[in-house]
T-cell receptor
Framework: KQEVTQIPAALSVPEGENLVLNCSFTDSAIYNLQWFRQDPGKGLTSLLL?????REQTSGRLNASLDKSSGRSTLYIAASQPGDSATYLC?????????FGTGTSLTVIP | DGGITQSPKYLFRKEGQNVTLSCEQNLNHDAMYWYRQDPGQGLRLIYY???????QKGDIAEGYSVSREKKESFPLTVTSAQKNPTAFYLC?????????????FGPGTRLTVT
């Protein structure tokens, strides 16, 4: 069974810093990997989707990379802002199911 | 506006009662999913459906039931057999594609059973 781990569980950074969130998965046979943002008490908002054949995807200040062979993905956030404070989750698609990590809770301090 | 709606946002029930959570999408997606989210845990799959009139159990289906009579709707019933039903429930959908299964989520329903 696929297991997805996100480290660290919580991260606090001053505004303006660049930061990296990590996601690792145990089975490299995935179709794609998706990063989400979740605000307290809300649903998930899709940030980036990386297909299994891709190495990275970029959207604005966000850059996600994927290394299938090592079972790792990173989400890079440039020039962090207080509005980036949220929980970030990664999910891997094995074909029929998505498996989610437990998330990284990010706080950006003004 | 296209999207996924879940209702109600908050739901309170007494122990022993069945309760049905609504999920509707107008994205014309074939696949729909129900997840449960508990503090400190990742999302766990309850049920999913890839086509009308068909659905599959996820990792934690015990105590739950679903139906998929219409493409747009995938209601979840939390039965009295579910031992710990208090949680945040999230519905999602995705285009049934052979290559890409990007998921879109609804706003969630927080169920409290006392």
């Amino acid at each position: 069974k696929q297991e997805v781990t996100q480290i660290p569980a919580a991260l606090s950074v001053p505004e303006g810093e660049n930061l990296v969130l990590n996601c690792s998965f145990t089975d490299s046979a995935i179709y794609n990997l998706q990063w989400f943002r979740q605000d307290p008490g809300k649903g998930l908002t899709s940030l980036l989707l990386i297909q299994s054949s891709q190495r990275e995807q970029t959207s604005g200040r966000l850059n996600a990379s994927l290394d299938k062979s090592s079972g790792r993905s990173t989400l890079y956030i440039a020039a962090s802002q207080p509005g980036d404070s949220a929980t970030y989750l990664c999910a891997v698609d094995t074909g029929n199911q998505f498996y989610f990590g437990t998330g990284t809770s990010l706080t950006v301090i003004p | 506006d296209g999207g996924i709606t879940q209702s109600p946002k908050y739901l309170f029930r007494k122990e022993g009662q069945n309760v049905t959570l609504s999920c509707e999408q107008n994205l014309n997606h074939d696949a729909m999913y129900w997840y449960r989210q508990d503090p400190g845990q990742g999302l766990r799959l309850i049920y999913y459906s890839q086509i009308v009139n068909d659905f599959q159990k996820g990792d934690i289906a015990e105590g739950y039931s679903v139906s998929r009579e219409k493409k747009e709707s995938f209601p979840l019933t939390v039965t009295s057999a579910q031992k710990n039903p208090t949680a945040f429930y999230l519905c999602a959908s995705s285009i049934d594609s052979q290559v890409i299964y990007e998921q879109y989520f609804g706003p969630g329903t927080r169920l409290t059973v006392t």
